[in-house]
DNA sequence: TTTACTGCAAATCTTTTGCATCAAC
DNA sequence: GTTGATGCAAAAGATTTGCAGTAAA
Protein backbone atom coordinates (compact mmCIF):
# COMPACT_ATOMS: atom_id res chain seq x y z
CA UNK A 1 0.00 0.00 0.00
CA UNK A 2 1.64 3.05 -0.99
CA UNK A 3 2.32 5.67 1.57
CA UNK A 4 -0.29 8.94 1.09
CA UNK A 5 2.04 11.59 0.61
CA UNK A 6 0.97 14.65 2.43
CA UNK A 7 -0.97 17.72 1.42
CA UNK A 8 2.05 19.99 1.07
CA UNK A 9 3.84 17.52 -1.64
CA UNK A 10 1.11 17.33 -3.50
CA UNK A 11 0.41 20.94 -3.73
CA UNK A 12 4.51 21.79 -4.58
CA UNK A 13 4.57 18.27 -7.41
CA UNK A 14 1.85 20.52 -9.13
CA UNK A 15 3.61 23.63 -9.77
CA UNK A 16 1.35 25.35 -6.83
CA UNK A 17 3.14 27.82 -4.23
CA UNK A 18 4.19 26.49 -1.03
CA UNK A 19 3.42 29.71 0.69
CA UNK A 20 3.58 29.80 4.88
CA UNK A 21 0.14 30.62 4.65
CA UNK A 22 -0.59 27.99 2.90
CA UNK A 23 1.16 25.65 5.42
CA UNK A 24 -0.78 27.00 8.17
CA UNK A 25 -4.07 26.17 6.37
CA UNK A 26 -2.61 22.85 5.77
CA UNK A 27 -1.70 21.95 9.34
CA UNK A 28 -4.99 23.30 10.93
CA UNK A 29 -6.92 21.29 8.36
CA UNK A 30 -4.91 18.25 9.28
CA UNK A 31 -4.60 18.82 12.98
CA UNK A 32 -8.18 19.01 13.32
CA UNK A 33 -9.83 16.19 15.03
CA UNK A 34 -13.27 17.37 13.60
CA UNK A 35 -14.09 18.97 10.17
CA UNK A 36 -13.22 21.88 10.58
CA UNK A 37 -14.38 25.25 8.86
CA UNK A 38 -12.87 28.42 6.98
CA UNK A 39 -13.55 30.92 10.29
CA UNK A 40 -11.81 28.27 12.64
CA UNK A 41 -8.71 27.69 10.61
CA UNK A 42 -8.24 31.29 10.15
CA UNK A 43 -8.82 31.96 14.09
CA UNK A 44 -6.35 29.59 14.49
CA UNK A 45 -3.96 30.80 12.42
CA UNK A 46 -4.42 34.50 12.95
CA UNK A 47 -3.53 33.90 16.61
CA UNK A 48 0.23 33.53 16.16
CA UNK A 49 0.46 35.36 12.31
CA UNK A 50 -2.10 38.70 12.53
CA UNK A 51 -1.94 39.60 9.31
CA UNK A 52 -3.01 36.62 7.48
CA UNK A 53 -6.44 37.30 5.81
CA UNK A 54 -9.70 35.19 5.48
CA UNK A 55 -10.04 35.58 2.04
CA UNK A 56 -6.60 33.46 1.80
CA UNK A 57 -8.20 30.34 3.68
CA UNK A 58 -10.97 30.80 1.19
CA UNK A 59 -8.77 30.59 -1.56
CA UNK A 60 -6.34 27.83 -0.61
CA UNK A 61 -9.81 25.39 0.41
CA UNK A 62 -11.19 26.17 -3.32
CA UNK A 63 -7.78 24.87 -4.27
CA UNK A 64 -7.46 21.95 -2.31
CA UNK A 65 -11.11 20.83 -3.17
CA UNK A 66 -10.11 21.06 -6.83
CA UNK A 67 -7.53 19.30 -6.66
CA UNK A 68 -9.09 16.74 -4.37
CA UNK A 69 -7.30 16.66 -1.47
CA UNK A 70 -9.39 18.03 1.29
CA UNK A 71 -13.38 17.14 1.08
CA UNK A 72 -16.34 19.39 1.92
CA UNK A 73 -19.37 18.73 4.24
CA UNK A 74 -22.44 20.90 4.64
CA UNK A 75 -23.92 19.71 7.97
CA UNK A 76 -26.72 22.72 7.48
CA UNK A 77 -25.02 25.02 10.24
CA UNK A 78 -24.89 27.60 7.42
CA UNK A 79 -21.44 27.08 6.83
CA UNK A 80 -19.06 24.40 5.78
CA UNK A 81 -16.84 21.98 7.16
CA UNK A 82 -13.55 20.82 5.27
CA UNK A 83 -11.31 17.57 6.15
CA UNK A 84 -8.63 15.87 4.76
CA UNK A 85 -9.63 13.39 1.84
CA UNK A 86 -6.85 11.19 3.07
CA UNK A 87 -8.32 10.47 6.12
CA UNK A 88 -11.27 8.57 4.46
CA UNK A 89 -14.70 9.45 3.63
CA UNK A 90 -17.39 9.51 7.08
CA UNK A 91 -20.70 9.82 7.44
CA UNK A 92 -21.58 12.00 9.78
CA UNK A 93 -24.51 11.72 12.41
CA UNK A 94 -24.91 15.40 13.82
CA UNK A 95 -27.25 15.33 17.13
CA UNK A 96 -29.37 18.52 17.13
CA UNK A 97 -29.57 18.63 20.95
CA UNK A 98 -26.16 18.70 21.82
CA UNK A 99 -24.04 19.47 18.64
CA UNK A 100 -22.18 16.10 18.76
CA UNK A 101 -21.15 14.67 15.79
CA UNK A 102 -20.57 10.95 15.24
CA UNK A 103 -18.87 9.56 12.52
CA UNK A 104 -20.18 6.79 10.31
CA UNK A 105 -18.37 4.27 8.55
CA UNK A 106 -18.04 3.87 4.91
CA UNK A 107 -20.01 0.01 4.66
CA UNK A 108 -22.81 0.88 6.75
CA UNK A 109 -24.75 2.87 3.88
CA UNK A 110 -23.41 0.52 1.18
CA UNK A 111 -26.71 -1.28 0.64
CA UNK A 112 -28.52 2.10 0.72
CA UNK A 113 -26.40 2.83 -2.15
CA UNK A 114 -27.27 -0.02 -4.17
CA UNK A 115 -31.20 0.26 -3.75
CA UNK A 116 -30.71 3.93 -4.89
CA UNK A 117 -28.49 2.66 -7.91
CA UNK A 118 -31.09 -0.70 -8.54
CA UNK A 119 -34.42 1.06 -7.65
CA UNK A 120 -33.74 4.61 -8.86
CA UNK A 121 -30.95 4.64 -11.22
CA UNK A 122 -29.11 7.35 -8.82
CA UNK A 123 -25.72 6.70 -8.15
CA UNK A 124 -25.59 8.39 -4.53
CA UNK A 125 -22.16 10.33 -3.85
CA UNK A 126 -22.53 9.46 -0.54
CA UNK A 127 -19.12 11.22 0.57
CA UNK A 128 -20.71 14.14 2.20
CA UNK A 129 -23.30 12.93 3.63
CA UNK A 130 -25.54 14.11 6.91
CA UNK A 131 -27.82 12.75 8.99
CA UNK A 132 -29.54 14.68 11.26
CA UNK A 133 -31.13 13.97 14.48
CA UNK A 134 -31.10 13.16 18.39
CA UNK A 135 -28.07 11.03 20.28
CA UNK A 136 -29.57 8.85 23.22
CA UNK A 137 -28.85 11.02 25.76
CA UNK A 138 -30.68 13.80 23.78
CA UNK A 139 -33.48 12.18 22.32
CA UNK B 1 -59.11 10.03 7.46
CA UNK B 2 -58.95 13.78 8.18
CA UNK B 3 -59.35 15.80 4.65
CA UNK B 4 -56.04 18.73 5.08
CA UNK B 5 -57.36 21.87 6.21
CA UNK B 6 -55.63 24.35 4.14
CA UNK B 7 -52.60 26.28 5.71
CA UNK B 8 -54.45 29.09 5.00
CA UNK B 9 -57.18 27.92 7.84
CA UNK B 10 -54.89 26.79 9.74
CA UNK B 11 -53.29 30.29 10.44
CA UNK B 12 -56.79 31.77 11.00
CA UNK B 13 -57.64 29.16 13.47
CA UNK B 14 -54.50 29.70 15.41
CA UNK B 15 -55.18 33.91 15.90
CA UNK B 16 -52.49 35.07 12.80
CA UNK B 17 -53.79 37.38 10.09
CA UNK B 18 -54.41 36.05 6.82
CA UNK B 19 -53.04 39.49 4.83
CA UNK B 20 -52.90 39.30 0.79
CA UNK B 21 -49.09 38.66 1.55
CA UNK B 22 -49.32 35.63 3.53
CA UNK B 23 -52.22 34.43 0.91
CA UNK B 24 -49.78 34.89 -1.79
CA UNK B 25 -46.96 33.14 -0.13
CA UNK B 26 -48.88 30.08 0.81
CA UNK B 27 -50.60 30.12 -3.01
CA UNK B 28 -46.82 29.96 -4.10
CA UNK B 29 -45.68 27.27 -1.83
CA UNK B 30 -48.56 25.35 -2.31
CA UNK B 31 -48.31 25.66 -6.38
CA UNK B 32 -44.38 24.40 -6.82
CA UNK B 33 -43.86 21.50 -7.98
CA UNK B 34 -40.55 21.15 -6.69
CA UNK B 35 -39.37 22.16 -3.38
CA UNK B 36 -39.60 26.40 -3.47
CA UNK B 37 -36.81 28.90 -2.52
CA UNK B 38 -37.55 32.61 -0.68
CA UNK B 39 -36.83 34.49 -3.59
CA UNK B 40 -38.35 32.26 -5.90
CA UNK B 41 -41.61 32.50 -3.93
CA UNK B 42 -40.45 36.37 -3.53
CA UNK B 43 -39.74 36.65 -7.60
CA UNK B 44 -43.22 35.02 -8.11
CA UNK B 45 -45.18 37.27 -5.80
CA UNK B 46 -43.31 40.60 -7.20
CA UNK B 47 -44.30 40.11 -10.32
CA UNK B 48 -48.00 40.37 -9.17
CA UNK B 49 -47.37 42.73 -6.58
CA UNK B 50 -44.31 44.94 -6.56
CA UNK B 51 -44.03 46.07 -3.11
CA UNK B 52 -43.88 43.25 -1.40
CA UNK B 53 -41.07 42.69 1.02
CA UNK B 54 -38.90 39.91 1.09
CA UNK B 55 -38.57 40.34 4.56
CA UNK B 56 -42.30 39.13 4.89
CA UNK B 57 -41.47 36.06 2.69
CA UNK B 58 -38.83 35.10 5.39
CA UNK B 59 -40.99 36.10 8.60
CA UNK B 60 -43.86 33.97 6.99
CA UNK B 61 -41.86 30.83 6.04
CA UNK B 62 -40.60 31.25 9.58
CA UNK B 63 -43.99 31.16 11.06
CA UNK B 64 -45.34 28.22 9.10
CA UNK B 65 -42.13 26.58 10.04
CA UNK B 66 -42.82 26.84 13.55
CA UNK B 67 -46.71 25.66 13.49
CA UNK B 68 -44.97 22.90 11.34
CA UNK B 69 -47.12 23.88 7.98
CA UNK B 70 -44.24 24.00 6.19
CA UNK B 71 -40.93 21.76 5.73
CA UNK B 72 -37.49 22.61 5.00
CA UNK B 73 -34.64 21.12 3.44
CA UNK B 74 -30.77 22.16 3.01
CA UNK B 75 -29.71 20.72 -0.67
CA UNK B 76 -26.52 21.93 0.21
CA UNK B 77 -27.13 25.07 -2.43
CA UNK B 78 -26.54 27.39 0.00
CA UNK B 79 -29.99 28.45 0.18
CA UNK B 80 -32.88 26.46 2.02
CA UNK B 81 -36.11 24.93 0.07
CA UNK B 82 -39.44 24.67 1.68
CA UNK B 83 -42.58 22.50 0.66
CA UNK B 84 -46.07 21.79 2.51
CA UNK B 85 -45.80 19.80 5.08
CA UNK B 86 -49.16 18.19 4.13
CA UNK B 87 -48.06 16.72 1.17
CA UNK B 88 -45.55 14.46 3.24
CA UNK B 89 -42.38 14.17 3.77
CA UNK B 90 -39.66 13.30 1.10
CA UNK B 91 -36.47 12.08 0.89
CA UNK B 92 -34.47 13.57 -2.35
CA UNK B 93 -31.90 12.87 -5.02
CA UNK B 94 -30.28 15.91 -6.24
CA UNK B 95 -28.46 15.17 -9.28
CA UNK B 96 -25.50 17.34 -9.42
CA UNK B 97 -25.17 17.03 -13.37
CA UNK B 98 -28.79 18.52 -14.30
CA UNK B 99 -30.23 19.57 -11.42
CA UNK B 100 -33.02 17.44 -10.88
CA UNK B 101 -34.52 16.75 -7.64
CA UNK B 102 -35.63 12.85 -6.95
CA UNK B 103 -38.21 12.36 -4.52
CA UNK B 104 -37.86 8.91 -2.61
CA UNK B 105 -40.48 7.11 -0.29
CA UNK B 106 -40.51 7.15 3.09
CA UNK B 107 -40.30 3.06 3.58
CA UNK B 108 -37.00 3.11 1.59
CA UNK B 109 -34.97 4.54 4.26
CA UNK B 110 -36.66 2.68 7.41
CA UNK B 111 -34.00 -0.05 7.40
CA UNK B 112 -31.17 2.76 7.22
CA UNK B 113 -33.30 4.33 10.33
CA UNK B 114 -33.00 1.19 12.14
CA UNK B 115 -29.73 0.29 12.15
CA UNK B 116 -28.76 3.76 12.73
CA UNK B 117 -31.23 3.30 16.14
CA UNK B 118 -29.36 -0.24 17.15
CA UNK B 119 -25.78 0.29 16.19
CA UNK B 120 -25.38 3.70 17.28
CA UNK B 121 -28.07 4.57 19.72
CA UNK B 122 -28.88 7.58 17.09
CA UNK B 123 -32.19 8.92 16.62
CA UNK B 124 -32.26 10.19 12.84
CA UNK B 125 -34.38 12.75 11.30
CA UNK B 126 -34.66 11.53 7.67
CA UNK B 127 -37.49 14.22 7.05
CA UNK B 128 -35.15 16.21 5.36
CA UNK B 129 -32.36 14.33 3.87
CA UNK B 130 -31.21 15.02 0.72
CA UNK B 131 -28.57 12.86 -0.90
CA UNK B 132 -26.39 14.30 -3.81
CA UNK B 133 -25.26 12.20 -6.55
CA UNK B 134 -26.31 11.87 -10.32
CA UNK B 135 -29.04 10.16 -11.95
CA UNK B 136 -28.15 7.60 -15.05
CA UNK B 137 -28.45 10.44 -18.15
CA UNK B 138 -25.81 12.27 -15.90
CA UNK B 139 -23.34 9.44 -14.54
C1' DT C 1 12.63 37.85 -13.22
C1' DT C 2 8.20 36.05 -13.68
C1' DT C 3 3.70 35.46 -12.38
C1' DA C 4 1.26 33.00 -8.75
C1' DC C 5 -0.26 34.38 -4.28
C1' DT C 6 -1.50 37.63 -0.82
C1' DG C 7 -3.77 41.44 1.77
C1' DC C 8 -7.06 44.76 1.66
C1' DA C 9 -11.34 46.63 0.76
C1' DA C 10 -15.41 46.25 -1.22
C1' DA C 11 -19.00 43.45 -3.24
C1' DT C 12 -22.30 39.44 -3.12
C1' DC C 13 -25.72 36.59 -1.49
C1' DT C 14 -28.89 34.84 1.86
C1' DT C 15 -31.18 35.79 5.93
C1' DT C 16 -32.32 38.72 10.01
C1' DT C 17 -33.70 42.79 12.60
C1' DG C 18 -35.19 47.61 14.33
C1' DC C 19 -38.50 50.74 13.71
C1' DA C 20 -42.27 53.52 12.31
C1' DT C 21 -46.46 52.92 9.71
C1' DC C 22 -50.45 50.38 8.37
C1' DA C 23 -54.28 47.30 8.21
C1' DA C 24 -56.79 42.76 9.86
C1' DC C 25 -59.51 41.65 13.32
C1' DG D 1 -59.04 50.93 18.43
C1' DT D 2 -55.49 47.26 19.23
C1' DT D 3 -51.83 45.01 18.14
C1' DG D 4 -49.90 42.04 14.85
C1' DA D 5 -47.97 42.43 10.14
C1' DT D 6 -45.62 45.04 6.73
C1' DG D 7 -42.11 47.89 4.14
C1' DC D 8 -37.94 49.92 4.32
C1' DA D 9 -33.33 50.31 5.32
C1' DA D 10 -29.68 48.65 7.45
C1' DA D 11 -27.12 44.82 9.65
C1' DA D 12 -25.25 40.34 9.89
C1' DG D 13 -22.67 36.35 8.54
C1' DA D 14 -20.45 33.48 5.03
C1' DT D 15 -18.10 33.69 0.91
C1' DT D 16 -16.16 35.91 -3.38
C1' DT D 17 -13.68 39.20 -6.18
C1' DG D 18 -10.82 43.24 -8.19
C1' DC D 19 -6.65 45.11 -7.80
C1' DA D 20 -2.09 46.47 -6.82
C1' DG D 21 1.84 44.96 -4.33
C1' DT D 22 4.81 40.96 -2.80
C1' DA D 23 7.41 36.91 -2.72
C1' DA D 24 8.10 31.80 -4.24
C1' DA D 25 10.20 29.53 -7.88
Redesign the pocket.
Same mark, same amino acid.
Given at each position: MEQPRDMASK??EQ? @? &??????LM?LSAIDNSDNHI???EIYAQIVAK?P??????? @? &?????LKRLGLVTETDLGE???RYHPAVKGHHHHLLCQGCGAIIDLDEPLLASLKNTLLREYNFLPDLRHLAILGRCLKCS
Open positions: LSG @Y &RLTPQRISADYNVNISTV @Y &RTLELGRV
